[in-house]
């Protein structure tokens, strides 16, 4: 099972996770000499990526990229790279390479065989991989109202794209979770005792269709670590 983190403030959670993921930024670039960062999007994470940017490595030997996207372009409000952009390719940071998910096609889906050519380029395994959770216990764009959430769950793609029928947003794309767990460390973030219950609930026997979350929590291929503050 994950090793829990647990913190009494949201800013000593982000900074404690700043320094771990440096470490292995820094471990990936002296045994391979270049580094691959999976970034989750949402709120919780823009202090992580604050913290992290202003951290002193050399940053141009990093790739970063977002686990999963929104189909809005990238300077959508909505998108995890405009985030990415906006909180973490400032200072330090701005010497990293930023590895876009989002193409210039109608849908998602029309993108995919591109998008998986592309992501076949980037070095196996990643060096590190920070996932978040919502309280439906998705995690990346990995829900369990999509309807192929089973496919996507099981996917050897390096992307997919789930099928959500009542959805209201913009279409979204994610790396597969095979894809996610091909990291030399998985972790989780996530905040508040509403979302605590449902990892507590994930961290239970049972399937992933139910909180796809349990794809990253229960399985034994690549150790996770959890940082979580109420």
Same mark, same amino acid.
């Given at each position: 099972?994950? $090793? ?6 949201? /800013? ?10 440096a ?9 391979? /000499?270049?580094?691959? &960062?999976? &970034?989750? =999007?949402?709120?919780?994470?823009i ?27 990238? +300077?959508?409000? %909505? @998108? ?9 390719l ?9 590895? *876009? ?16 050519? %592309? &992501?076949?380029? &980037?070095p ?9 959770? =919502?309280?439906?216990?998705?995690s990346? @764009?990995?829900?369990p109202?999509?309807?192929?959430? $089973? ?15 009542? +959805? +209201? /947003? ?5 790396? @597969? ?5 091909? @990291? ?7 905040? *508040? ?12 026997? *049972? ?8 794809g ?15």
């Amino acid at each position: 099972m994950p $090793e829990l983190h647990e913190f009494t403030d949201r /800013g000593r959670c982000a900074d404690a996770l700043a320094d771990a993921l440096a470490e292995k930024l820094r471990e990936g670039i002296a045994t391979n /000499g270049r580094a691959t &960062l999976v &970034l989750s =999007g949402g709120s919780s994470p823009i202090d992580l990526f604050e913290r992290l940017a202003l951290i002193e490595l050399d940053w141009s030997r990093v790739t970063v990229l977002p686990s999963d996207e929104r189909w809005v372009a990238p +300077d959508h409000a %909505d @998108s995890n790279e405009a985030a990415l952009r906006r909180h973490l390719l400032y200072g330090p940071g701005n010497a990293a390479r930023l590895f *876009g998910l989002y193409r210039q096609t109608a849908t998602p889906a029309e993108a995919r065989d591109e998008l998986n050519a %592309d &992501l076949s380029t &980037l070095p196996r395994p990643f060096d590190a991989v920070v996932l978040g959770m =919502g309280e439906d216990g998705h995690s990346a @764009s990995l829900f369990p109202d999509a309807a192929n959430i $089973e496919a996507c769950l099981a996917s050897n793609d390096d992307c997919v794209v789930p099928d959500r029928q009542n +959805d +209201d /947003g913009p279409a979204r794309i994610s790396l @597969s979770l095979t894809r996610l767990k091909q @990291s030399r460390a998985l972790f989780l973030l996530f905040f *508040g005792e509403a979302k605590r219950r449902i990892y507590e609930a994930a961290c239970r026997p *049972g399937m992933a269709r139910e909180f796809p979350v349990r794809g990253v929590i229960q399985q034994n291929d690549v150790p996770v670590d959890v940082y979580w503050s109420d």
